[in-house]
């Protein structure tokens, strides 16, 4: 690894033609363009018994990897493509094509690059269709070894906001349910902390 290649933030975000694949796409190169120099790892998996061993379906895998690749690209340089009259934008991006059980596929492409973050959608599918297909966000938040960010669309309808967000004034009544304070932090460095001195 190079010296300057330990500042550097990787973020794996797994895409499989969905929605829910393009939303967490989009919200991965959302973050990656709000970091510092960031590289970003696109990452398909191709479903499959991690106990394959069946020579003609691996081979036949093989032949897929190639033309999933170029597919992988195109995809992404569409679906991430700034609104006409946006100015362009670069990003250090990375393409991965894996075989397995996607949930592990993805976290090991993480484990390979050495990922700050995993970005993954979800369907939002709760009870019997939960059971039934599984969840690769739910598997991921579980039992990743590093941040998993579950991306999903934006949706308010049906809920109201609270009634006073900001603290009661002088000669208010506090409300009950909420509080809250809105201060200007500085962080400054920690300071060298020596055991046994004080």
């Known amino acids: 690894m190079a010296a300057n290649e330990g500042t550097k933030t990787r973020i794996v975000v797994g895409v499989d033609w969905s929605d829910t694949g393009d939303h967490a796409l989009q919200h991965?190169?959302?973050?990656?363009?709000?970091?510092?120099?960031?590289?970003?790892?696109?990452?398909?998996?191709?479903p499959s018994d991690p106990g394959l061993h069946d020579?003609?379906?691996?081979?036949?895998?093989?032949?897929?990897?190639?033309?999933?690749?170029?597919?992988?690209?195109?995809?992404?340089?569409?679906?991430?493509?700034?609104?006409s009259?946006?100015?362009?934008?670069?990003?250090?991006?990375?393409?991965?094509?894996?075989?397995?059980?996607?949930?592990s596929a993805i976290h090991q492409v993480a484990v390979d690059v050495d990922a700050q973050m995993i970005v993954v959608g979800t369907h939002g599918r709760t009870g019997v269709d939960k059971f039934m297909l599984g969840s690769i966000a739910e598997e991921l938040v579980r039992t990743s070894r590093v941040t998993v960010v579950v991306a999903r669309p934006k949706n308010f309808e049906g809920l109201s906001k609270s009634d006073r967000l900001e603290p009661a004034r002088p000669g208010q009544t506090a409300s009950p349910v909420?509080?809250?304070?809105?201060?200007?932090?500085?962080?400054?460095?920690?300071?060298?902390?020596?055991s046994g001195l004080i």
């Open 85 to 103: 009259g946006s100015p362009s934008f670069h990003l250090d991006t990375c393409f991965h094509i894996r075989i397995g059980k996607p949930a």
């Open 178 to 194: 909420v509080v809250a304070d809105r201060v200007h932090l500085e962080f400054l460095p920690r300071t060298p902390h020596i």
């Open 28 to 46: 991965a190169v959302q973050l990656a363009r709000l970091l510092p120099d960031t590289e970003l790892h696109v990452t398909h998996v191709i």
């Open 55 to 83: 020579a003609r379906k691996l081979d036949e895998f093989a032949r897929e990897i190639p033309s999933r690749l170029s597919d992988l690209r195109r995809h992404v340089t569409q679906v991430c493509a700034p609104p």
